[in-house]
Every structure is written in structure tokens, then in C-alpha cells.
Nanobody
């Protein structure tokens, strides 16, 4: 069974930075495509960024140039570096692991609040 545990959420001022981490237990982490999603209060869960097993990345337009997704296969961990944070980035951030259109796992989420 694959388990995902997010960490790094916090309260930060506008313009600040945070780095989220998602530690994945279980085998074959390197084979999974990893992604970050976020859900603001009263809104649907939205895609933020993804990184394939080969390292190809893709971002939502709203975070391009500000957020960077990366992975460390040796540590079975995926990261989301978030810079120039805005109040509209406030949300619960969720980590996702997918493989072969069959395996699809979610973490419990970590709260990011951007406010002065």
C-alpha cells in the first residue's frame, strides 16, 4: 500500500516563500508520476504541477514562473517550491501519485495560508 504524507504548510506573508514536501512510502516511487493539487474553501480541487517519472514538468498557468516541482527518487519525496506567494494561493495542498492509469493515491493535505 502506498501512503503519501505532506508537510511544510504554514502561514506566510504575501511575497514570501514556502517549500512543501510529500514523502511516499511503498515500493517503486520512481515509477510514479507525482503531482500537487490545491483546494481553496468552497472551491474544487485544482491542478498545480506535475512531474513525470522521467522528470518532465508541467504547471498550471496561475503558478508558472513562481512554483517549481521536483523529486528525489532516493528519498521517495516530491517537493513544491513556492515563491512570490499571493493571497489567492491560500488552499489545502494535496500530493498525488499516479501510475499506469490504475494506481492513484492522495495524501491528507497541508494548509498554506498567505496573509498579512
Amino acid at each position: 500500500q502506498v501512503q503519501l504524507v505532506e508537510s511544510g504548510g504554514d502561514l506566510v506573508q504575501p511575497g514570501g516563500s514556502l517549500r512543501l514536501a510529500c514523502a511516499v512510502s511503498g515500493n517503486n516511487f520512481r515509477l510514479y508520476a507525482m503531482a500537487w493539487y490545491r483546494q481553496a474553501p468552497g472551491k474544487q480541487r485544482d491542478f498545480v504541477a506535475t512531474i513525470t517519472s522521467g522528470g518532465t514538468t508541467n504547471y498550471a498557468d496561475s503558478v508558472k514562473g513562481r512554483f517549481t516541482i521536483s523529486r528525489d527518487d532516493a528519498k521517495s519525496t516530491v517537493y513544491l517550491q513556492m515563491n512570490s506567494l499571493k493571497p489567492e494561493d491560500t488552499a489545502v495542498y494535496y500530493c498525488n501519485a499516479k501510475r499506469l492509469q490504475i494506481f492513484n493515491y492522495w495524501g491528507q493535505g497541508t494548509q498554506v495560508t498567505v496573509s498579512s
